[in-house]
């Protein structure tokens, strides 16, 4: 008898460790952002945070009964570093440094970035488009062309952000497909507001181009309420500066990541299978329509006809139109007149052989007709 009763108390013990056991599974994770990345991370007109990154956190939390994320502001030089040609920025390298798990919002780079750091999969399959930005003389015509190989000029690199320089290796010159060659200077924008300080040197001559987002200018001249960046130095797209280069990918792996993590810190795998379900919700579905990003969303069966529709910095270069006075320099046609180097891509259409035969205007009103139907496909 008294073993019984000893076998039940022994039994109801373990069911009230096995509850416990249950409810300690649940486990904080608390992920970093900083407020200056549209529409990613901000902040409200009120200060609170916001962004695709943070309503994802939170609709995970909300659905999964085994994770619970804390998003903090952080700034993002103590989540990723430029020093070093790029590491891991202070908090997240330090072991110990219990306060911060990850960092959410970071492009899954190539280089640099997939060497030093653990990525979750992409909660957007968005994978962005890199370009090169330079200064417009008072005539419009850019300070860098598009046909340059970068040889002797010097690029500034915004500290800590995608695209990191090394993937100026990487990518390729859009007016004429080849590689940069690697005989450029690279100059590291650094401060609180990275892409600010890369702007003001370019303004002030410290460099000749700066390798950034292709969709930064448009992002950062909306200017919304509760921006943290300075509105005017983005002023003047079309006339102050453009892009030379467009629609540069290739520099990453993946597109924008739930969280950046020390490696082998297990973080990513922690958030995986619940990142997964999530993915399949209505509930995200609704926050890629919330921050109008729900052509490049992984689409579940919530979604529609969101078609995907890429913005102008989303073209690569021998693509743009027109002048430079929307901000996106098309490529240039050479000094000599010779046909617009748009052409570069019909390498590969099979009537293109047929035009060298051709001379004067001629050559230069059939390659614009091919250039032209080649910008449709
Ligand atoms: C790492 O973090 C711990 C805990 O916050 C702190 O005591 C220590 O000073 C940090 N180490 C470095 C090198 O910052
Ligand atoms: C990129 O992210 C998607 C969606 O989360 C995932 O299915 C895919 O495996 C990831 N690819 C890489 C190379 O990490
Ligand atoms: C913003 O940038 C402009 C142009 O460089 C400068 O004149 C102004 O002082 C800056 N404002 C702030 C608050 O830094």
């Known amino acids: 008898m008294a073993q019984t009763t000893s076998s039940v108390a022994l039994f109801y013990t373990l069911v009230a460790c096995l509850k416990v056991a249950t409810v300690t599974a649940v486990k904080t994770i608390t992920l970093g952002q900083d407020i200056d990345y549209p529409p990613y991370a901000f902040q409200t007109a009120d200060g609170e945070l916001a962004g695709f990154g943070k309503d994802f956190a939170d609709g995970m939390s909300a659905m999964c009964e085994d994770i619970d994320i804390k998003v903090v502001k952080e700034s993002w030089a103590n989540c990723w570093s430029s020093e070093g040609g790029g590491r891991l920025g202070a908090k997240l390298a330090n072991a110990s440094d219990t306060s911060l798990d990850g960092c959410m919002t970071y492009t899954h780079g190539q280089g640099v970035r997939d060497t030093f750091a653990d990525f979750t999969d992409a909660m957007l399959n968005d994978n962005k488009a890199a370009g090169l930005l330079t200064l417009l003389d008072s005539d419009g015509k850019p300070k860098v062309t598009g046909l340059s190989d970068l040889s002797g000029k010097t690029l500034i690199d915004v500290g800590g952000w995608a695209p990191t320089s090394d993937g100026l290796s990487i990518v390729t010159n859009k007016c004429t497909s080849e590689k940069y060659s690697p005989d450029y200077e690279v100059v590291v924008a650094n401060g609180d507001i990275a892409n600010d300080v890369a702007?003001?040197?370019?303004?002030?001559?410290?460099?000749?181009?700066?390798?950034?987002?292709?969709?930064?200018?448009?992002?950062?001249?909306?200017?919304?309420?509760?921006?943290?960046?300075?509105?005017?130095?983005?002023?003047?797209?079309?006339?102050?500066?453009?892009?030379?280069?467009?629609?540069?990918?290739?520099?990453?792996?993946?597109?924008?990541?739930?969280?950046?993590?020390?490696?082998?810190?297990?973080?990513?795998?922690?958030?995986?299978?619940?990142?997964?379900?999530?993915?399949?919700t209505k509930e995200y579905y609704d926050i890629c329509v919330k921050h109008d990003l729900a052509g490049v969303c992984y689409a579940n069966e919530f979604f529609g006809d969101d078609a995907t529709v890429g913005g102008k910095y989303d073209l690569p270069t021998n693509k743009q139109t027109g002048d430079c006075s929307d901000g996106y320099c098309p490529c240039p046609v050479t000094s000599d007149d010779s046909p617009p180097v748009a052409g570069a891509p019909l390498e590969t259409d099979p009537t293109s052989g047929s035009t060298t035969v051709l001379v004067g205007t001629s050559l230069l009103m059939t390659s614009s007709i091919m250039w032209l139907s080649a910008s449709l496909m």
């Open 199 to 280: 702007m003001q040197m370019l303004r002030d001559g410290e460099g000749d181009a700066i390798f950034i987002y292709a969709d930064q200018v448009e992002e950062y001249s909306a200017c919304p309420a509760g921006s943290t960046w300075n509105c005017t130095l983005w002023e003047g797209f079309g006339t102050e500066v453009a892009y030379v280069q467009t629609g540069q990918f290739g520099h990453a792996m993946n597109g924008t990541t739930l969280s950046l993590s020390r490696k082998g810190s297990g973080i990513r795998e922690l958030l995986r299978p619940c990142m997964q379900s999530f993915m399949l």
